[in-house]
Every structure is written in C-alpha cells, then in structure tokens.
C-alpha cells in the first residue's frame, strides 16, 4: 500500500488548485467547528468542495454533530469524520446518511488508545489524533503499537520533518496546521514541499 495523504482545515481555493495541479493528496478535509480558526460556514464550503475533483475524497470534520447539520452539508461529502460522537450515535448516522465515517481519537494517554475497539464494526476508517486536535502537538506514538485494525489515519503535528517518522507508523497521514504559516492560514510553500516529500516516500 502506498502512502496516502488527507489535507484537513481547507479553506481556501487557491489551496485546493495547488494540491489537484501537484498531485498526491487523496483525501480534503473541511472543518464544521466554531472554535478552530478553520471553521467554514456552508456557504463557504459548498464553494470550495464545488471544485474538488472526484477522486479526491471530501472529508467533513464534525463534533458530535446534529443530524439537522449533516442533512444540509451531506450532498457535498464522500466522509464524516466525527470526533466525541458515540457508537449509537454513529449508528444512526450510518443508518439515516449512508455516509462512510472516519471515527477520531482524542489520544492524551495509552488507554485512550482502546476506544477505536468500541466502534470496530461501526466506524469504516479510524483517526488517531492528539487531544489538542488541530493544535500542533504529537502524542507519544508509541501507544499505536498494538492497535489491531488496518489502515488507520495517524494526525497531530505531523509537519514535513516529522513525515518520515510518521510514515513508518501509519501509511495514512492527516496534516492540518503543518501547513499552516499562521493559524488557519495555509502556505502554499509548505503544500508544495510536502507534496513532493510524500512522493519521495
């Protein structure tokens, strides 16, 4: 399996321009959460998603999301990827939207590591990811040694010097604010050299 690449906190076209003209990224991942600074409002992310090609999968990252919420943003969207959603919850979803959901992981400790067991059967793809979520911080990536499901996304302060490392834990990388000069602002320098490093990989 060669490397595979999500961009999260999307918001910008020229961004979205830059990855489909280079190349290498499977996955777009756009944020529906009033706190980051990379919170879209449906308007906004129905402009940005109206350009993504379709063999880029379209992410919507969601907290515990209200079902009132999906039914409005759902036609643009291959993923949801939910973050302090339930399993009964997720079921519901899954039921209702027939949409694949990505299930993240908050991992301060070791243990929070188990949780991915309680939505084995639930969830189609797992996230790890640090508690600080968008933030730029790495939980210690040693806890994911014995983690038995295959082809989960590993996220949280991956950056272009740590790509490498990452790569040998997981072949599905997230990246969000490692391509970020400032917060919610993504360079496209940063892109572009990225890119080419995951094709090097």
Excluded: H
């Amino acid at each position: 399996m060669s490397m595979e690449l999500k961009i999260c906190g999307i918001n910008s076209k020229n961004n979205i321009k830059t990855i489909i003209k280079n190349g290498g990224c499977k996955y777009l991942g756009f944020v529906f959460y009033p706190a980051s600074p990379r919170n879209l409002s449906i308007e906004q992310s129905k402009e940005l998603t109206d350009i993504v090609p379709n063999y880029i999968k379209k992410v919507a990252v969601l907290v515990n999301p209200k079902n009132d919420f999906i039914n409005k943003i759902k036609s643009q969207f291959d993923y949801l990827q939910l973050y302090d959603t339930p399993p009964s919850k997720i079921k519901e979803i899954k039921l209702i939207f027939n949409k694949k959901i990505i299930k993240a992981i908050k991992v301060k400790k070791e243990e929070d590591i188990n949780i991915y067991k309680d939505y084995i059967g639930v969830a189609d793809e797992f996230l790890f990811d640090s508690a600080a979520m968008e933030k730029s911080s790495i939980f210690n990536w040693s806890y994911l040694k014995n983690v038995n499901i295959k082809n989960w996304f590993l996220a949280g302060g991956i950056n272009i010097n740590n790509l490498e490392e990452a790569s040998k834990i997981s072949l599905k990388i997230d990246i969000s604010s490692g391509l970020e000069d400032n917060p919610g602002i993504k360079s496209e320098e940063k892109i572009l050299n990225f890119l080419k490093k995951i094709k090097k990989l």
